[in-house]
T-cell receptor
């Protein structure tokens, strides 16, 4: 079972920041938080991951709370092409690389 | 650098038949994982292959089997197809088993079982 909880859907206006929350209250000390997204009819796409520090790349920023029980993915200037299902995944370190997906958050960016 | 490719893109089979799906991993990647995604659900892990050997398996029956070849491409075989096997089948490759490497997914094969 997925170890994360996400809202089923969110809306965002084009050009605004999209803030997608994720709860992972049972995360272990050596588990990373990963974010993937899946645009309709495509395979999931890696976005970003982090352990305990905030991370930023060209796609998004990841903010992890100090107790690591929750995180927020931030898309700073959402575009229509960011409409997708966003998955927050807690990933075990070492061993098999399987990803345990939940149902994710369907983000709709509106013009 | 080529991405992950899968074939065929779509497939229709009848119940009881067998199917083989193919995946070519991204250049430089030696690990392939397979996932099943039912409509409206997140992908579910089937199994992973690392250097031609199975390296972890999800909660799928033995009629789901796989292979990885020396060039690290992979096949997913499903025997005795059931209606519930209708889904999008995704493969993902990564540079190694180490967990810090993100996986790159292919576009998937849409299997319909009638």
């Amino acid at each position: 079972d997925a170890k994360t909880t996400q809202p089923p859907s969110m809306d965002c206006a084009e050009g605004r920041a999209a803030n997608l929350p994720c709860n992972h209250s049972t995360i272990s000390g050596n588990e990373y938080v990963y974010w993937y997204r899946q645009i309709h009819s495509q395979g999931p796409q890696y976005i970003i991951h982090g352990l305990k520090n905030n991370e930023t790349n060209e796609m998004a920023s990841l903010i992890i709370t100090e107790d690591r029980k929750s995180s927020t993915l931030i898309l700073p200037h959402a575009t229509l092409r960011d409409t997708a299902v966003y998955y927050c995944i807690v990933r075990p370190q070492g061993g098999s690389e399987k990803l345990v997906f939940g149902k994710g958050t369907k983000l709709t960016v509106n013009p | 650098e080529t991405g992950v490719t899968q074939s065929p893109t779509h497939l229709i089979k009848t119940r009881g038949q067998q199917v083989t799906l193919r995946c070519s991993s991204q250049s430089g990647h030696n690990t392939v994982s397979w996932y099943q995604q039912a409509l409206g659900q997140g992908p579910q892990f089937i199994f992973q292959y690392y250097r031609e050997e199975e390296n972890g398996r999800g909660n799928f029956p033995p009629r789901f089997s796989g292979l990885q070849f020396p060039n690290y491409s992979s096949e997913l075989n499903v025997n005795a197809l059931e209606l519930d096997d209708s889904a999008l089948y995704l493969c993902a490759s990564s540079r190694d088993r180490a967990s810090y490497n993100e996986q790159f997914f292919g576009p998937g094969t849409r299997l319909t079982v009638l």
